[in-house]
């Protein structure tokens, strides 16, 4: 492996202390086997502190965090080569593996991406996970996950603010960004991974929402005031508000957009009936 390391923003592997602080002694395995470091490292990208894509940190790196020899590193990241969780390119190090490969290239993806009545099914989806993932953050989020929650809030806000145009690809990525950490901090792994593999599927939603919306006052106002309430109930640690702040969201952007929708039938129906006049 090379020296490079990929190092989650966040995350205890971005630290520079040395060996022998406390933090090292807490990621120390209590048994160093070669099983036992490759658990601890599938127990780190369940967690999502090494991310699919991800260049793990350098051997030596991993060794002091660990605290195990090299040769035990080696054979847990052989087992992990063996299992597919990580892919280790010649002069690049290993790295995480995409876990859902192909996920977003089935026919039904496709269909779903395709056709906009989808929207309102992603909607309620999104309903059903996040309004989970809010509570569960809201109750298990560590003082890192909030600085990071916050940070992924503030470059949203900021962009807004201080963007003379707003490019709707951008802000849904920003958009997309806060919900993320926000799931990422309710520390259930299944759960962020769900959403991660749905995340093609989930970006198009908060697209749509952003290109009908955002350009009209009242939505755009609706959907800052509804992201400030979610931000404070989860960094005041009041799950059941950050449960309701993230289902009145979603159920807010659903209703904006159907009555979008309906405005524009009903433009199409008096276009017509004027057209039967002329």
């Known amino acids: 492996m090379t020296k490079e390391?990929?190092?989650?923003?966040?995350?205890?592997?971005?630290?520079?202390?040395?060996v022998g602080t406390r933090e090292s002694d807490e990621l120390a395995l209590p048994t160093r086997t070669p099983d036992a470091v490759a658990a601890r490292l599938e127990h780190l990208i369940l967690d999502g502190v090494f991310r699919p894509g991800q260049l793990l940190p350098s051997e030596r790196r991993l060794c002091e965090r660990l605290g195990v020899s090299r040769s035990s590193l080696r054979e847990g990241l052989r087992a992990l080569r063996s299992k597919g969780i990580i892919v280790t390119r010649q002069g690049r190090g290993s790295v995480?593996?995409?876990?859902?490969?192909g996920r977003d290239d089935s026919p039904l993806m496709h269909l779903l991406r395709d056709h906009p009545r989808t929207l309102y099914d992603l909607l309620e989806v999104r309903s059903l996970l996040e309004g989970e993932s809010a509570k569960l953050a809201a109750e298990r989020a560590t003082?890192?996950?909030?600085?990071l929650i916050q940070r992924r809030y503030e470059a949203m806000v900021d962009y807004v603010k201080e963007c003379?145009?707003?490019?709707?690809?951008?802000l849904a990525h920003l958009d997309h960004a806060f919900h993320l950490a926000i799931c990422q901090a309710s520390h259930n792994p299944v759960l962020v991974h769900t959403l991660q593999t749905l995340t093609d599927l989930l970006l198009s939603s908060v697209f749509a929402s952003v290109k009908n919306l955002y350009h009209r006052e009242a939505p755009r106002e609706m959907i800052?005031?509804?992201?400030?309430?979610?931000?404070?109930?989860i960094i005041e640690g009041k799950p059941q508000a950050a449960?309701?702040?993230a289902l009145d969201h979603l159920a807010g952007i659903g209703e904006q957009l159907?009555?979008?929708?309906?405005?524009?039938?009903?433009?199409?129906r008096s276009a017509m009936r004027l057209k039967e006049w002329q």
């Open 5 to 18: 390391s990929g190092t989650g923003e966040g995350t205890p592997w971005g630290a520079t202390e040395t």
């Open 96 to 101: 995480v593996a995409d876990l859902v490969p």
């Open 143 to 147: 003082p890192s996950d909030r600085v």
């Open 164 to 170: 003379p145009k707003i490019e709707v690809k951008e």
């Open 224 to 233: 800052n005031r509804q992201h400030a309430r979610l931000y404070r109930a």
């Open 243 to 245: 449960r309701r702040a």
């Open 258 to 268: 159907r009555e979008i929708e309906a405005e524009d039938q009903r433009l199409e």
